[in-house]
């Protein structure tokens, strides 16, 4: 019995137990088969099944960003400095203020992230800098800036 077995294949699937001297070794591992019973396509269904996996290859084409939304930050855009809470809030306050007006987010998402970047404005006005630090690098991470 040869490396593929003799036996006819237990799948059902025609040409799938040929033994290892039905064929002749090319290189990589890839045999050309003599003999084979496996079926022929027609021409048109061949030339089909090509088209068809060339089409699926086919991206559409960029859309038109909607009118009033910038796709580039603006080069009068800075970030805000500062340490401290108060400096990470602010900046986490003007990366989702930007990328809202860009429209890389969801103005939904932007009223989630607004209430978390507030909270955290909270904590730290109130003097709790390591929870307020906590509670903005929490909510980059929820909403992917990290």
Known sequence: MGQYGSRPSESGLPGAGLAA???????????????????????????????FSLAACQQAAPQAPQAGIQTVTPATFRMP???????????????????????????????RAKKDIDGAASACASGRDAQAVAMIEAARGRYGYR
């Open 21 to 51: 001297t039905d064929g002749v070794q090319k290189g990589c591992g890839e045999k050309i088969l003599r003999g084979s019973t496996l079926p022929r396509k027609s021409g048109a269904a061949l030339a089909g099944m090509v088209l």
């Open 81 to 111: 400095e500062g340490s401290g809470c108060a400096g990470e809030v602010d900046r986490f306050r003007a990366v989702i203020d930007n990328d809202l007006q860009m429209g890389h987010v969801a103005a939904g998402v932007h009223v």
